[in-house]
Structures are given as structure tokens and as C-alpha cells.
T-cell receptor
Framework: NAGVTQTPKFQVLKTGQSMTLQCAQD?????MYWYRQDPGMGLRLIYY???????DKGEVPNGYNVSRLNKREFSLRLESAAPSQTSVYFC?????????????FGPGTRLTVL | GENVEQHPSTLSVQEGDSAVIKCTYS??????FPWYKQELGKRPQLIID?????GEKKDQRIAVTLNKTAKHFSLHITETQPEDSAVYFC???????????FGAGTRLTVKP
């Protein structure tokens, strides 16, 4: 039981390049989330998916797109990376679609945009 | 949307002392309040949570209190140990809504 996994662990991009961050969970959770973490700003929600087939914007969705590929996988895409997107990105999942419960986090992806 | 404020941003205590971290929230619809601990370079992990129908919850050396009228909740750690040193985040979310908002974090240092 690996929990929540993310790839890659580290990535360096040039401004304007695109990339997709991958996330998978093996806990049969309905809900999945993408956060970014910047120094002094805590965790900010980018997008979430309450259940397979649905996605919703969070606090800071601009510049990102997401895909809930199936119940296990939730990817985050940067179409044209900007230096302001330099951050640590965390994926998380939780068990119930109808109520808020503990979110389990992945190990994070450290992204640098030059 | 919900706004969560957390204080203090840094906290230094002597081993064995207590530590208290406070958070306020703005959305009266919020009814789930978790606390996460994040060690350096690691992922956030839940340490305790409370729902709006409960005023206090304890788990060994950790307790959380909630005042819904005043819209604030607090984390209390007693008999602190060096391994309690980490960044602690509070968060708030309304029922049936996954849009959880986090505070900016408190860096706790426990000096041996």
C-alpha cells in the first residue's frame, strides 16, 4: 500500500515550457486535490476532484489544468510555465465525497521555472 | 471564500513547556478544522481534527479547542519534546465541500 505517489520529485523548466505532474493513490479514495506550497503562504488549493469525472477550481487555478483520468489518478498540467509557478506541489486524497475527511498527502514535486 | 489566519508565525519553547497556536476563520459555514504537522522536507500529516459539533478534542499530549461563536480554534501541545519541532498548519472547510483553506503555518522549535 503505497498511499499517494507523485512523479516527478524534482523538475526544472524554462519559461514557456509545458509539463504534467502525475499523482496516483491506491486507497480507493473518491476525492483528490492539488496544492502548491510557497514559503510563508501555507498550502493553497489549485484544483480538486470530488469524485471521478468531476473537477473544480480552488483558490489559485490560473495557469493550470487538471484531468481526473480515473479514480486512482489526478494529473496537473502547466501549459506555459512561468517563474511565478516555481513552488512545491502536493497532491492529496481523501475518502468520502459527501463529507470532509482527512487528506493524505503525496511526497511533493519541487518545480523550478527559470 | 474562506480566509484562515494563523498566529504566531514562529514559536520557540523549552522542552517540557506547553505550546499554543491559534487560528481564526471567516466563513461561518466551515465545520471541519484539521491540524497538520510538516517536518522539514516532508509531506504534511494530520495530527488532530475537530468538527463543529465538538468544543474540544484530546489525543495524548495534543488537544484542539473550537469556539464557533468567535470563529477561532487552537492547538495545544503539552510537555513538548524536541521531535515536536516542525511547521504546524491549521485549516478549515465547510461540510460537503472539499475547498479546504490553510493557514500560513507556525514554525515551532522546541529547545532541549
Amino acid at each position: 500500500n503505497a498511499g499517494v505517489t507523485q512523479t516527478p520529485k524534482f523538475q526544472v523548466l524554462k519559461t514557456g515550457q509545458s509539463m504534467t505532474l502525475q499523482c496516483a493513490q491506491d486507497m480507493n479514495h473518491n476525492s483528490m486535490y492539488w496544492y502548491r506550497q510557497d514559503p510563508g503562504m501555507g498550502l493553497r488549493l489549485i484544483y480538486y476532484s470530488a469524485s471521478e469525472g468531476t473537477t473544480d477550481k480552488g483558490e489559485v487555478p490560473n495557469g493550470y489544468n487538471v484531468s481526473r483520468l480515473n479514480k486512482r489518478e489526478f494529473s496537473l498540467r502547466l501549459e506555459s510555465a512561468a517563474p511565478s509557478q516555481t513552488s512545491v506541489y502536493f497532491c492529496a486524497s481523501s475518502s468520502l465525497a459527501g463529507a470532509v475527511n482527512e487528506q493524505f498527502f503525496g511526497p511533493g514535486t519541487r518545480l523550478t521555472v527559470l | 471564500g474562506e480566509n484562515v489566519e494563523q498566529h504566531p508565525s514562529t514559536l520557540s519553547v523549552q522542552e517540557g513547556d506547553s505550546a499554543v497556536i491559534k487560528c481564526t476563520y471567516s466563513d461561518s459555514a466551515s465545520n471541519y478544522f484539521p491540524w497538520y504537522k510538516q517536518e522539514l522536507g516532508k509531506r504534511p500529516q494530520l495530527i488532530i481534527d475537530i468538527r463543529s459539533n465538538v468544543g474540544e478534542k484530546k489525543d495524548q499530549r495534543i488537544a484542539v479547542t473550537l469556539n464557533k461563536t468567535a470563529k477561532h480554534f487552537s492547538l495545544h501541545i503539552t510537555e513538548t519534546q524536541p521531535e515536536d519541532s516542525a511547521v504546524y498548519f491549521c485549516a478549515a472547510a465547510p461540510y460537503n465541500n472539499n475547498d479546504m483553506r490553510f493557514g500560513a503555518g507556525t514554525r515551532l522549535t522546541v529547545k532541549p
